[in-house]
């Protein structure tokens, strides 16, 4: 018989078990306000295009040798366009794209952090997005949109406790909330397991292909902007215990899950 892992153990015998993937409601609003700003796709042409010149980020509004050349929004936009810009998408398609990947690991660091927390992760991953697509794409005038940024950011701050015993990616679990406060294993520890190196390998490599490729997705015409997605994912990765409520596993007492564990 299959023994549960000790966390579990505490829980009365009639705690109710939430589905893994039932949406916590602060990625719950998280994804409606998105849906809501979509809405401005029914605006007149003039004014849709004004919202995407001042709330998206565009990397040629900080270039230092343009002379007399404004843009909308002025000094106030060179600020928070690097966070509002996740929040517009080209179309529903883009939209859809990045919920999909949100259900699993958007979920479960929602239960982790509580919802300051997670807007503010949200935030800082969508700014080091916005960082790494300025510094590869200087003088650039075209408007970079699209949460991807902070989505790829969940996904590398979740993989630090996905796969450990009991975790919402692991093969031992019980209900979303406990699985989603599983100890999370130190980076060092993290990028010693086999699935951790894995799912990095697929991530980066798919990005690379997407990059080399010039594949679109969300947009006739506009490409990935794979970097602001590497800046995004590599800040979630190390900035992930700067958020994190959940105390640090004793080394000795975190176990990684496999499918022969009893």
């Known amino acids: 018989m299959e023994s549960q892992p000790d966390t579990f153990r505490g829980a009365p015998p009639d705690a109710p078990r939430e589905p893994i ?25 003039e004014f849709e295009n004004w919202t995407i010149d001042v ?18 929004g002025g000094t106030g ?19 859809v794209f990045n919920v999909l990947w949100l259900l699993p690991f958007g979920s479960a660091l929602a239960r982790r952090f509580g919802p300051v927390r997670f807007y503010v992760f ?36 979740a993989i630090r406790f996905a796969f450990v015993q009991g975790s919402f990616l692991s093969f031992n679990r019980g209900d979303a909330d406990v699985a989603a406060k599983i100890p999370a294993l130190p980076l060092s520890r993290a990028l010693r397991d086999g699935r ?9 490599g798919v990005n690379i292909i997407f990059g080399l490729g010039s ?10 902007a794979w970097q602001a997605h590497i800046g995004g ?24 899950d496999s499918p022969g564990d009893a």
């Open 21 to 45: 993937l039932t949406l916590p409601r602060a990625l719950t609003a998280y994804v409606v306000l998105i849906a809501a700003i979509h809405l401005r796709v029914l605006l007149p042409p």
């Open 55 to 72: 709330f998206g980020f565009i990397p040629r509004r900080y270039d230092s040798t343009l002379l007399n050349i404004s843009f909308p």
């Open 77 to 95: 936009a060179e600020i928070w366009t690097f966070v509002t810009y996740s929040l517009l998408h080209a179309n529903l398609t883009h939209i």
């Open 122 to 157: 949200m935030a800082v991953t969508a700014a080091a997005g916005a960082l790494a697509h300025l510094l590869t794409h200087e003088h650039s005038i075209a408007p970079m949109i699209g949460a991807s940024a902070s989505v790829s950011g969940t996904m590398a701050a």
């Open 196 to 204: 951790v190196l894995g799912f990095l390998a697929v991530w980066f």
């Open 215 to 224: 594949i679109s997705i969300g947009a006739e015409g506009a490409s990935v």
């Open 233 to 256: 994912f590599l800040a979630g990765l190390m900035l992930f215990s700067l958020f994190d409520p959940v105390p640090r596993a004793i080394a000795n007492a975190t176990s990684l």
